[in-house]
């Protein structure tokens, strides 16, 4: 019996947690390099970077213009301790931020070899997640994705990406929870992948159309939304999503997320 009260207080502890995301520092570097770590595997760190791979990838983190540099991370804390991180960059500087890694890297492992592509123009890539084993159940990486994936719209990208292993159902379900959804697979360091990708926040508004409220839907939208028209005796309206304009017929959801991008359901 107390055993089971211990393991409520405990989690009771991590709902009030207080989180806080923030950008992260040179300062950070040690914790970029775990994270790197635990999101690509040891195995393959070894292989890619030697033996002292976390001194390698601190390296790099403490770096500019790398992937894994801190202007490219978000940081999670807990009740002000550093809990957590995540990588993402804007896929059309994939070249030249892998050549800034590969730069360091190649100091410890002359002969590694350029993997493939992870990702490309056109999409905001988010490269590694993960939360130190204490601080897991607060809530903060789920924080961290949905502040990355904000970023990554802020900068004027329409697609958010990522990979997830085709092994490991529990983080693509993750994933899924924060709005992702699969476009294809990739290979990647020999692993067969699934590629996500999302176009919008989780929603914070919805509101249906039914033909007879436009009022209520251009406040919604404000000048999203163009003026109703008829089309075989229906009423449809032209909303403007990430990609240009979507046609709305009676009976659809219109969604909005905190950035301000509209979608139908």
Same mark, same amino acid.
């Given at each position: 019996? !107390?055993?089971?009260?211990?393991?409520?207080? =405990?989690?009771?502890?991590?709902?009030?947690?207080?989180?806080?995301?923030?950008?992260?520092?040179?300062?950070?570097?040690?914790?970029?390099?775990?994270?790197?770590?635990?999101?690509?595997?040891?195995? /393959?760190?070894?292989?890619?970077?030697?033996?002292?791979?976390?001194?390698?990838?601190?390296?790099?983190?403490?770096?500019?213009?790398?992937?894994?540099?801190?202007?490219?991370?978000?940081?999670?804390?807990?009740?002000?301790? &550093? &809990?957590?991180?995540?990588?993402?960059?804007?896929?059309?500087?994939?070249?030249?931020?892998?050549? $800034? /890694?590969?730069?360091?890297?190649?100091?410890? %492992?002359?002969?590694?070899?350029?993997?493939?592509?992870?990702?490309?123009?056109?999409?905001?890539?988010?490269?590694?997640?993960?939360?130190?084993? =204490?601080?897991?159940?607060?809530?903060?990486?789920?924080?961290?994705?949905?502040?990355?994936?904000?970023?990554?719209?802020?900068?004027?990208?329409?697609?958010?990406?990522?990979?997830?292993?085709?092994?490991? !159902?529990?983080?693509?379900?993750?994933?899924?929870?924060?709005?992702?959804?699969?476009?294809?697979?990739?290979?990647?360091?020999?692993?067969?992948?699934?590629?996500?990708?999302?176009?919008?926040?989780?929603?914070? $508004?919805?509101?249906?159309?039914?033909?007879?409220?436009?009022?209520?839907? =251009?406040?919604?939208?404000?000048?999203?939304?163009?003026?109703?028209?008829?089309?075989?005796?229906?009423?449809?309206?032209?909303?403007?999503?990430?990609?240009?304009?979507? /046609?709305? %017929?009676?009976?659809? /959801?219109?969604?909005?997320?905190?950035?301000? %991008?509209?979608?139908?359901?």
């Amino acid at each position: 019996m !107390s055993v089971f009260c211990r393991v409520q207080v =405990q989690d009771i502890q991590k709902i009030m947690a207080e989180i806080r995301i923030r950008p992260a520092f040179v300062a950070d570097a040690p914790l970029i390099a775990q994270v790197v770590a635990m999101a690509i595997g040891e195995d /393959t760190m070894v292989r890619y970077c030697g033996s002292e791979y976390l001194r390698v990838l601190e390296q790099v983190a403490a770096a500019e213009g790398t992937q894994y540099s801190y202007q490219n991370v978000l940081v999670a804390e807990v009740d002000g301790v &550093a &809990a957590g991180a995540i990588v993402g960059y804007n896929g059309a500087l994939l070249e030249p931020l892998r050549e $800034g /890694t590969l730069s360091i890297v190649r100091k410890y %492992n002359p002969s590694v070899n350029v993997v493939d592509e992870e990702t490309q123009a056109g999409e905001f890539y988010i490269d590694s997640l993960g939360v130190l084993p =204490q601080f897991r159940g607060c809530g903060d990486g789920k924080r961290l994705v949905m502040a990355m994936a904000g970023k990554g719209f802020v900068l004027g990208c329409s697609k958010i990406g990522l990979m997830v292993d085709f092994k490991n !159902s529990g983080v693509l379900e993750f994933y899924s929870g924060c709005g992702f959804h699969p476009v294809g697979e990739k290979l990647f360091f020999g692993h067969k992948m699934h590629h996500l990708q999302c176009t919008h926040l989780p929603a914070t $508004g919805k509101i249906q159309y039914t033909g007879l409220n436009y009022p209520m839907i =251009q406040e919604f939208c404000g000048d999203k939304i163009l003026a109703p028209y008829i089309c075989m005796g229906f009423s449809m309206l032209s909303l403007l999503g990430p990609d240009g304009f979507i /046609t709305v %017929n009676e009976g659809d /959801t219109i969604c909005k997320d905190g950035l301000g %991008n509209f979608w139908v359901e």
